[in-house]
Every structure is written in structure tokens, then in C-alpha cells.
């Protein structure tokens, strides 16, 4: 129903900024929730951070706090994600979500992932 395009991935050094950015498109009438996932080889898919439909409530990841900054635009059906100060293990593959409310994400839509490498 609701198709998720992730862009704004690259690689960048130490210290860093990127700003990722997801479009949605398809049946994007439901108030939905957006987020950011993301996942190193080998590793878990982790939280990053949500915001709720109307801007007003957002969730962070402790080991991003202070550095990323998610925020959206409804009008363009589209999220971002501001990174600042990146370090090296933030390298991963970002994931954009969709889904009722910020807690049930993860059973909502995903995107396909775009790749942030960040050299040190």
C-alpha cells in the first residue's frame, strides 16, 4: 500500500553531517508515524528515532541524542533524518518506517535502505 524511497546516504568523514531523507508514496492518506531504523553487517536492525504524524512527539536513541534530528513534512509525504557529528559506528544501512504510532513501527512499512559509511 505505501512505498518508502530512501535517499541522502554516502560516505563522509569523522564528524561529519548527512541528511537522509524518505518519500512516501502509494495510499499515504492514514496519519502515520515515520522513523528510522538502521542495521551494521552483522549486527541487529536498532531503533534511531520516530516523530509522530503531526510533528509534536519524537524518539530518540540514546547513542544519537544530541546528534541526529528527525523531522517531516506532511505536505511532501516525506521524513528526514539530520546527522551531525557522525562517528564511524554509525556506518549502516538506514531504514525508513511507517506504521500506526511510533511504538508499532517496526509492524508497519519499510523502506530499502540507504547505505551511510562514515570513514575515520
Known amino acids: 500500500q505505501v512505498q518508502l524511497v530512501e535517499s541522502g546516504g554516502g560516505l563522509v568523514q569523522a564528524g561529519g553531517s548527512l541528511r537522509l531523507s524518505c518519500a512516501a508514496s502509494g495510499r499515504t492518506f492514514n496519519n502515520y508515524a515515520m522513523g528510522w531504523f538502521r542495521q551494521a553487517p552483522g549486527k541487529e536492525r536498532e531503533f534511531v528515532a520516530a516523530i509522530s504524524w503531526g510533528g509534536a512527539t519524537t524518539a530518540y536513541a540514546d547513542f544519537v541524542k544530541g546528534r541526529f534530528t528527525i523531522s517531516r513534512d506532511n505536505a511532501k509525504n516525506t521524513v528526514f533524518l539530520q546527522m551531525n557529528s557522525l562517528k564511524p559506528e554509525d556506518t549502516a544501512v538506514y531504514y525508513c518506517?511507517?506504521?500506526?504510532?511510533?511504538?508499532?513501527?517496526?509492524?508497519?512499512?519499510w523502506g530499502q535502505g540507504t547505505q551511510v559509511t562514515v570513514s575515520s
Open positions: 518506517a511507517a506504521g500506526a504510532n511510533i511504538a508499532t513501527l517496526h509492524q508497519g512499512y
